[in-house]
């Protein structure tokens, strides 16, 4: 087994160009037969990455693996949660309801990040109204190839266009019910793992960018610290504020590397520069919410503070 620091270090660099989605899973699936821990092999498929949006790819795939390790390992896999009206458990609209024995779904999704290069989808829909008049979330899994399923691509978003998405509309679809409840268990907790993994494939993808680049040892050594810091967070408690808090810290240091690497970047190979330039945006689509969690988690730490935290 490797050990992913000196393999961040001293793996030989693939430099075959990744020209889309498949080809970027094929290399993935390199990294994933080489480590276990899902956090591992984001990293590690971050590194083989020529770009930030099959980086994403990655942290995203094993952030699934994580929420649900039974998920088969050689799949491309989605979350569909978010509709219309939202991604809160009372947009969903999305029903879950059973006929003749099976459980069905019937709704449609606005939002799958994979689009219809997915062959699953976890999908959390409503299974009626909990007696507080609340939606009664459930989490499920159904395959694509259903005739049910209708996945229809989105256009190609301004930074990371080489990662699709699609919207989803599902129509008396066969699904396989998932444990526990579709909200608490899966998307509340999948926000944080999502963030954690997501991070670990872009700090792998940075070390290959500064080591191609030829970046002074100190900036590496420091990529190699924050690698070492997220692969440290305990993924098993996404819920708990010390994660939360902890990440937030990660996420404060991850930007002051950022800008202490901002003038690396010239040293860069040009398309590598320019795909950054167009793809960081990226990093920041999760930021608004990932505060307001680390403000919460600092709130049940320290009942009664005042003291405003912003996250990174």
């Not at 610290?225 to 408690?237: E, K, N, P, S």
């Amino acid at each position: 087994m490797d050990t992913l620091l000196d393999f961040l270090l001293t793996e030989p660099v693939a430099a075959a160009p990744l020209d889309d989605v498949a080809a970027a899973w094929t290399r993935h699936r390199v990294a994933a037969n080489r480590f276990e821990q899902p956090v591992e092999v984001a990293i590690a498929g971050g590194f083989g990455a020529d770009r930030l949006g099959f980086a994403f790819l990655s942290g995203y795939q094993e952030a699934l693996r994580t929420l649900v390790p039974d998920l088969p390992e050689d799949e491309l896999v989605a979350m569909c949660a978010t509709e219309e009206g939202g991604g809160h458990p009372a947009a969903i609209r999305t029903t879950l309801t059973e006929r003749d024995g099976a459980w069905v779904l019937d709704g449609t999704k606005s939002f799958a990040t994979m689009g219809s290069y997915a062959r699953r989808l976890v999908v959390i829909a409503s299974a009626g109204t909990a007696p507080d008049g609340r939606n009664r979330s459930r989490a499920c899994m159904v395959e694509t190839n259903d005739a049910g399923v209708r996945l229809t691509d989105h256009p190609a978003l301004s930074f990371a266009p080489e990662v699709p998405h699609a919207s989803v509309t599902l129509t008396g679809v066969p699904a396989s019910l998932l444990p526990g409840d579709g909200y608490l268990d899966y998307l509340k907790p999948f926000r944080t793992i999502e963030d954690i993994h997501v991070l670990a494939a872009t700090l792998g993808w940075l070390v290959r960018v500064a080591r191609v680049s030829d970046w002074p040892r100190a900036s590496r050594q420091r990529l190699l610290t924050l690698v070492a810091a997220v692969r440290g967070l305990d993924i098993d408690a996404p819920g708990a504020a010390g994660v939360h808090i902890a990440l937030g810290g990660v996420f404060d240091s991850f930007g002051a590397v950022l800008a202490e690497i901002e003038p690396l970047w010239q040293s860069a190979d040009p398309v590598t520069r320019q795909r950054w330039e167009r793809d960081r945006p990226l990093l920041a689509t999760a930021g608004r919410v990932r505060a307001q969690r680390l403000t919460a988690a600092w709130r049940v730490v320290e009942p009664g503070g005042d003291e405003a935290v912003t996250g990174a």
